[in-house]
């Protein structure tokens, strides 16, 4: 498959993003476009470490769900997606947690799936800054893909590769408990 064909093929679009230019600060739209599948939001929070926000994270699903394991071991369409919200995070230390992340998920045998995560890590080679926004999406026929502020950065293939990335957040040893509730938690209705 030719890269503009991947490029659309898996592009991104907020449900807002387009229509309202005042939407495009909310990082975390109610619903998403992967591919020819709509993603609803199932649940969103941040990510902190030492009382600093990180990042803003939102899991989105074909259908709403609270149960970790079945999201996890699920072969369908669903997504994370990242808007990077403090000027600290950078490349070196996402990777770094990235690779955490994997271990913990993995209960440290990342043997079996090493190829995989050291593509996957080759996706975030490039410098990370604050306002930056990643879409993770798993597409069944083309595994994972990354696109970062709407461009390709890389697709990793494997169901084991995809359990154990969606692991890093709703896993029992998860990146952030309280992130994992969020993401786990359906949005109030405004």
Not at 6 to 22: E, H, R
Not at 93 to 106: P, R
Not at 143 to 164: D, E, I, P, R, Y
Request: proline share 5%; aromatic share 6%; with cysteine.
């Amino acid at each position: 498959m030719s890269k503009t064909i991947l490029i659309a093929a898996f592009i991104i679009v907020g449900s807002c993003m387009f229509a309202n230019p005042s939407c495009s600060a909310d990082p975390l739209p109610a619903q998403i476009r992967a591919g020819e599948h709509r993603l609803i939001l199932n649940g969103s929070g941040a990510r902190k470490k030492n009382l600093l926000e990180l990042y803003v994270a939102g899991l989105y699903l074909k259908t709403p769900s609270n149960s970790s394991s079945q999201i996890i071991t699920a072969d369908e369409p669903m997504s994370i997606r990242i808007k990077i919200t403090s000027g600290f995070v950078s490349q070196s230390n996402l990777v770094e947690s990235l690779e955490v992340g994997f271990n913990n998920a993995t209960g440290g045998d990342t043997q079996n799936i090493r190829k995989e995560i050291d593509r996957f890590r080759e996706c975030f080679k490039d410098e990370i800054k604050k306002g930056d926004v990643f879409d993770i999406v798993y597409l069944p026929q083309h595994g994972v893909v990354v696109n970062k502020n709407g461009k390709l950065k890389g697709s990793v293939t494997g169901a084991n590769f995809k359990q154990a990335l969606f692991s890093i957040w709703l896993s029992d040893t998860p990146a952030d408990n309280d992130l994992k509730q969020a993401l786990l938690t359906p949005p109030k209705v405004r």
